[in-house]
């Protein structure tokens, strides 16, 4: 029956095994899916990735080689490299914030040090 | 002549043409790097890539395919998502050692106040 074609077989115009290998990762209502993997991998490469891996695993990898694809798709010269770029510089930025309030404060301490031994607390406040 | 040829065309045991859409990208002193994209993606894949993008950028993208192709093959079930989600979850740790060390600077700031208002410097230290 056409309908209980997975996405892949659909996409691909063949009959869906029961064994098939994606059928489980590319369900028909979401061709996309499926469409994605296949312009940057080729369906063999995908395939090929899932059957050696354990079933298990299976679902994941699926996740993540769409989730590659169609970050190529978008970007085809960076594609998910762009967000690791992306994600490394905020990480610089987010590590010269710290190391600049880190100075901050140890300037902050510094003050409060030196104000303390100029000013010990000889005469505490007296409650009215 | 066989040496020559691009990695790729000595990987696909094809003659290497003037116009090879591999050869500037995956030189034959390289033999691995071919063979990672080749592995992932597929020659024909890599290649209607290069192809679709201006020749200025087709270098950046080769360089971007070996290392998603690289980190796939080292990885099968995250490949280059795993450094995604590793990134992510250190740049989530930066902003909460920020907001700790803000929270901090706060709390020394306040105290720095009381300290001031409790010992107005009345009595400045005096020279020796």
New interface residues.
């Given amino acids: 029956m056409n309908s209980s074609r997975c996405a892949a077989c659909k996409h691909l115009r063949r009959r869906c095994p029961s064994d098939c290998i994606f059928s489980p990762y590319f369900p028909s209502n979401n061709p996309q899916r499926f469409a994605f993997v296949h312009?940057?991998?080729?369906a063999?490469?995908v395939g090929k990735?899932l059957q050696?891996?354990p079933v298990n695993?299976r679902s994941?990898?699926a996740d993540?080689?769409c989730?590659?694809a169609s970050r190529?798709i978008e970007d085809?010269?960076?594609?998910?490299?762009r967000?690791?770029t992306n994600?490394?510089e905020?990480?610089q930025k987010?590590?010269c914030?710290?190391a600049r309030?880190?100075a901050?404060?140890a300037v902050?301490?510094a003050?409060?040090e030196v104000?303390n031994v100029?000013?010990p607390?000889f005469f505490?406040?007296q409650n009215d």
Avoid: C, F, M, W
């Fill in positions: 312009k940057i991998y080729g063999s490469n990735i050696d891996l695993l994941k990898a993540t080689l989730y590659e190529r085809p010269v960076y594609g998910v490299v967000e690791l994600l490394d905020e990480i987010a590590h914030q710290l309030i880190r901050q404060i902050i301490q003050r409060d104000d100029n000013n607390n505490p406040p």
